[in-house]
């Protein structure tokens, strides 16, 4: 068993469609499908059940998937250790997110390199690919894109957004509950703030003034206190235990998420370690 296929399962495994993990490891589709029914064959298991949507593990698959990943995990320390690479990241993201993001998977990489020297920058899009083209960071995850010729763009998901704030109930009318309503937002270059007066101008509904606070606790704090309402991504409510939200409008509910890196940089061992970790953690929360 080869560590290609390996990584080709996984990737199925993770994106749940044998098209899209083709695509992302740069495959024709043949040729994964092949991969797959080699390492069925190999075990003389069925390890997908295929269904019109794409493919899902099966009990056998998922025993398979975790044992993979372990090895695909010590693959890419051994490549680390071995190629001499400085123990170090230099990664970015949205402040909506912040270190909440990546702490579950740096957490674990600094167990396995207590030397492990990390740098994180937060911010807009517009200030973290700055930081990228500046080579103040290697790697950041962004929220939206500039398409800016000199990074490299990889779409790795979806964002869906929902309205906090304060007394909301499942009876509650969307239209009704923020008009009129301040808008709580992390800076005003923010992607939010423009989706938030998008809704608006879209219902030809009033809002009250923005008010930025700039560090997302205090934002999630002032909405529930009933200061204005916020757009956050789903994931970070469920993070601060917000069990009534509003769905936005389905225009404008999800928004592309993104991998980025400057046009010629080639991931380290270290970086891809990392992604993997992050991204597997990421759907596991989902």
């Known amino acids: 068993m080869d560590i290609e296929n390996i990584k080709a399962f996984v990737t199925v495994a993770e994106l749940k469609s044998i098209s899209a993990a083709a695509i992302e490891l740069n495959h024709l589709q043949s040729n994964m499908t092949a991969k797959i029914k080699k390492i069925e064959s190999h075990y003389n298991q069925e390890l997908f059940i295929r269904n019109s949507k794409g493919v899902k593990l099966t009990r056998y698959g998922e025993k398979l998937y975790l044992q993979f990943k372990k090895i695909l995990f010590l693959w890419e320390e051994t490549e680390n250790e071995m190629k001499k690479h400085e123990e170090k990241l230099r990664i970015g993201t949205m402040i909506s997110v912040g270190g909440m993001q990546f702490s579950s998977a740096l957490n674990k ?45 990889k779409k790795t998901g979806l964002e869906e957004m929902v309205i906090i704030g304060k007394a909301i109930d499942p009876n509650t009318n969307f239209d009704a509950y923020i008009s009129g309503k301040s808008l709580l937002v992390l ?44 757009l956050v991504p789903k994931r970070i409510a469920n993070c601060y235990k917000i069990n009534n939200y509003l769905e936005v409008p389905s225009l404008y509910r999800y928004i592309d998420y993104y991998l980025i890196t400057r046009l010629n940089h080639e991931l380290t061992p270290l970086e891809k370690q990392f992604i993997e970790l992050n991204n597997s953690l990421m759907n596991n929360i989902e």
């Not at 937060?122 to 080579?135: F, P, R």
């Not at 923010?190 to 989706?195: H, K, R, V």
């Not at 205090?218 to 309402?229: D, E, K, P, W, Y």
Request: one cysteine or more; glycine letters at 8%.
């Open 187 to 230: 800076s005003d270059k923010c992607l939010y703030l423009s989706i938030l007066s998008n809704i608006f101008t879209g219902l030809d509904i009033e809002h009250g003034e923005i008010i930025e606070v700039g560090e997302l606790e205090t934002l999630v704090q002032f909405a529930l206190m009933g200061m204005g309402i916020s």
């Open 109 to 153: 990489l600094i167990k396995t390199y207590p030397d492990l020297s990390v740098t994180l920058k937060t911010g807009s899009t517009e200030y973290i690919e700055k930081q990228v083209l500046l080579g103040n960071i290697d790697i950041a995850y962004t929220i939206g894109a500039l398409d800016n010729k000199q990074i490299n763009y």
